[in-house]
């Protein structure tokens, strides 16, 4: 059945390493979101896209923080340099929205991305 | 600005029991959907019910149904006979229809445990 997968499911890393993360959304979605999850913050949204284009990256701590769809399959999050402080869960979700169309637009989730910088 | 509030950090129920889980919320929005998650020790995210504003019959999908009442701003979610299963934290979280975005704004979650 169609999902959303994400890779790598775990990653430890040192302070001040690159670390990228990837989402592949369900096929046919058009719109994807990058969340981080933490025990103080809870559910954040970082940043998401509709075809492709961002649409809003408030919530992303620009000097280190960048999201990209290179493709339609592929969505990127990445954290350069990273700091520990960005460790997290870090999720993706897909969905398709259409404008006056779809009654719900529900978003699927992918498994997570479990960060840990040392 | 919308906001969801879930109360209650922390829920238990004996196995078989019922239990309701609470969530208000601050809109000045006539039309908006409501959500319940459940996101289990595996931390994938799992839709459990879904509720558009504009109904008045409360939605349910098996053992889960809510408590909906828009004046009141509350969106309980009720689960009966609770198995084990069910132990999760569980999600509310607020979407705008007019606002094109499609956001969600979540509430800071509920921990169920479920006693055998």
């Known amino acids: 059945d169609a999902r959303v997968t994400q890779t790598p499911r775990h990653k430890v890393t040192e302070m001040g390493q690159e670390v990228t993360m990837r989402c592949q959304p369900i096929l046919g979605h058009n719109t994807v979101f990058w969340y981080r999850q933490t025990m103080m913050q809870g559910l954040e949204l970082l940043a998401y896209?509709?075809?492709?284009?961002?649409?809003?990256d408030s919530g992303m701590p620009k000097d280190r923080f960048s999201a990209e769809m290179p493709d339609a399959t592929l969505a990127t999050l990445k954290i350069q340099p990273s700091e520990p402080r960005d460790s997290a869960v870090y999720f993706c979700?897909?969905?398709?929205?259409?404008?006056?169309?779809?009654?719900?637009?529900?978003?699927?989730f992918g498994p997570g991305t479990r960060l840990t910088v040392l | 600005a919308q906001t969801v509030t879930q109360s209650q950090p922390e829920m238990s129920v004996q196995e078989a029991e019922t239990v309701t889980l609470s969530c208000t919320y601050d809109?000045?929005?006539?039309?908006?959907?409501l959500f319940w998650y459940k996101q289990p020790p595996s931390r994938q995210m799992i839709l459990v019910i879904r509720q558009e504003a504009y109904k008045q019959q409360n939605a349910t999908e098996n053992r889960f149904s809510v408590n909906f009442q828009k004046a009141a701003k509350s969106f309980s979610l009720k689960i009966s006979d609770s198995q084990l299963g069910d132990a999760a934290m569980y999600f509310c979280?607020?979407?705008?229809?007019?606002?094109?975005?499609?956001?969600?704004?979540w509430g800071a979650g509920t921990k169920l445990i479920i006693k055998p």
């Open positions: 979700a897909s969905g398709l929205f259409v404008w006056g169309g779809s009654l719900y637009n529900e978003q699927f």
């Open positions: 809109t000045s929005e006539s039309d908006y959907y």
């Open positions: 896209f509709r075809n492709r284009a961002p649409l809003d």
């Open positions: 979280a607020y979407r705008s229809e007019v606002d094109s975005n499609y956001q969600l704004i």
